[in-house]
């Protein structure tokens, strides 16, 4: 079965094709083929100098040519821009050849490099529609990426505006500013306990931060065990909290809840096979009278009572009182003894 | 609805008349916070209430309103990839006509969960078409009429629309071709790198 059609057929079937001679010369050129050399006479040239066959290797004459039929090859067509092409080549029964060229993955490159229209393509070619793909994908994937990060920023402020210390579950220093802001502004009596644990640092550091971690947590359950449900227990630091106790009438209220929470922290904590001992100093200030105070005020009243317990032999509440001020100017530095027991 | 329709809305309202004029039509509508997320899906009750607030904002008309969206999505720079996406369907504007059918599946294949409305072409002798919409959101007839008239411009093709409107509320543009080749009409570059 022999079909007669005319070279203007595979013009229209595929636009980017080349018919050579038995010899391997150039004997018609496709109107896309020619757009990638438009100044160029390729009719008359040979195929092998024209293009060089990158895969299969090695392919440098006209018998090797002759040999890749119906392979795909990879192509480049040689001088500027030098462009990469897939390839197919034919034969008949007078040796004569067709050659069809695709600009494979490298489409997009080919389109810009030499100006293609939809025109440049055949009817049932797909490069229009991967063209369309590509772009239509691209700007969707731009507007996702473009929610991803707003999504980021907006998680990321939550984050930060959430009230809640996510190690431990205790409030954060966020949420004790506002209750602290509340209780002043309504001018009731409250008290205010800073707890600062001793020997922290050792077990961190010895035995690394999933122990200092687990301490931390077992510490926050037995604050929040050891106070009143419409107490507030933050945790405003590394191995620094604060409990805000509303409406406290006396002080042997606060003696009491000091004296359980350092009684319950000095237990020691098992982890993987070590007693991590630490203990607990705690400032209390007692406010009776919030008229003067500010925030800051009681935070540095609680700190100095803190720093004095700190001095005299941690593991003890102190509560503040103006003299202290005095003493924690010109006390000297804490030293103390490692927290860490091997279980051995 | 998707989001995509819904924040086209909105960039219309922006780019066009400011965002003051946005955050009112938001206020109105009931939007909160006032912006919507082109890849995320909303309800679809959603989309006729910021037409309803964009058209009592601007003291027009809905379908006027819907024209100008039409008008707007493949005119403004900020949606130039609409209008490129658009010719990509074909090389002349009856070839651009005839691309129509496929619109609801093209957008789907870009994104997945994107349901267009359905349009259906049908053509008659003479360079007569219509164009058979069938929406959800009343007046997308309107805003495809907006569509139209600017890619006829954009192929460079004199075409004469006219909207018809069935009591079932199926909206039909129906189009005549003047003349094809009336002016050189506007340069698409398929290799040009969206911006």
């Not at chain 1, 600062?196 to 010895?206: C, E, G, M």
């Not at chain 2, 369907?89 to 070839?95: A, I, K, L, R, T």
């Amino acid at each position: 079965m022999t079909y007669a059609f005319s070279p203007t057929v595979l013009d229209v079937l595929c636009p980017m094709h080349l018919t050579l001679d038995a010899g391997g010369v150039i004997t018609h050129v496709g109107p896309t083929t020619q757009k990638l050399r438009p100044d160029l006479t390729l009719v008359g040239r040979e195929f092998l100098e024209t293009f060089q066959v990158m895969r299969p290797r090695g392919i440098t004459t006209l018998d090797q040519l002759w040999e890749t039929r119906h392979i795909k090859l990879h192509l480049e067509m040689k001088g500027n821009p030098p462009a990469r092409l897939k390839g197919i080549l034919v034969t008949d029964s007078t040796g004569a050849a067709i050659v069809n060229l695709s600009f494979g993955i490298s489409i997009l490159d080919g389109v810009r490099d030499y100006a293609l229209t939809n025109a440049d393509f055949a009817a049932t070619d797909l490069a229009i529609e991967m063209l369309y793909l590509v772009e239509a994908k691209s700007a969707a994937m731009e507007a996702s990426r473009k929610l991803n990060l707003r999504l980021q920023g907006a998680k990321i402020a939550a984050e930060e505006q959430a009230f809640t210390d996510t190690l431990t579950g205790l409030k954060n220093r966020r949420e004790l500013d506002q209750v602290l802001e509340r209780l002043l502004a309504a001018n009731v009596r409250f008290a205010v306990m800073h707890i600062d644990l001793d020997y922290f640092k050792a077990v961190n550091d010895s035995l690394g931060h999933a122990a200092g971690d687990h301490v931390l947590r077992v510490v926050a359950k037995a604050m929040i065990e050891e106070t009143r449900a419409t107490d507030t227990v933050a945790r405003v630091g590394g191995d620094e909290f604060t409990v805000i106790l509303p409406e406290v009438g006396e002080i042997d209220v606060l003696e009491r809840i000091g004296r359980r929470i350092i009684d319950r922290i000095k237990v020691p904590i098992p982890f993987n096979g070590h007693q991590c001992e630490i203990s607990a100093s705690i400032g209390t200030v007692w406010i009776q009278n919030s008229k003067s105070a500010t925030r800051e005020t009681v935070m540095e009243d609680a700190d100095i009572a803190l720093y004095a317990s700190k001095n005299e032999g941690r593991a003890r509440q102190t509560f503040y009182s103006p003299e202290l001020r005095k003493t924690a100017n010109n006390a000297a530095p804490i030293k103390g003894r490692g927290g860490i027991k091997s279980q051995a | 609805m998707h989001g995509l329709i819904n924040h086209s809305f909105q960039s219309f309202m922006r780019d066009s008349y400011g965002e003051r004029a946005w955050l009112e039509v938001a206020a109105r509508a009931g939007i909160t916070p006032p912006s919507f997320e082109a890849m995320l899906s909303y309800d679809d009750a959603i989309t006729p209430a910021v037409l309803n607030a964009m058209a009592l904002v601007l003291r027009r008309s809905s379908d006027e309103v819907m024209e100008d969206i039409g008008t707007y999505l493949v005119t403004h720079p900020n949606t130039e990839a609409v209008r490129r996406l658009l010719r990509f369907g074909g090389m002349n504007f009856e070839d651009f006509l005839y691309s129509l059918d496929d619109l609801p599946d093209r957008a789907r294949m870009a994104v997945s969960d994107l349901r267009l409305p359905a349009i259906e072409l049908h053509s008659h002798e003479a360079g007569r078409y219509s164009l058979i919409c069938e929406s959800p959101i009343a007046g997308f007839g309107h805003l495809m009429m907006g569509v139209l008239r600017v890619m006829a411009d954009d192929y460079g093709t004199l075409a004469v629309l006219d909207l018809e409107q069935s009591e079932t509320g199926r909206e039909t543009v129906q189009i005549q071709l003047i003349e094809t080749d009336y002016s050189n009409g506007r340069v698409f570059d398929l290799g040009a790198r969206a911006s």
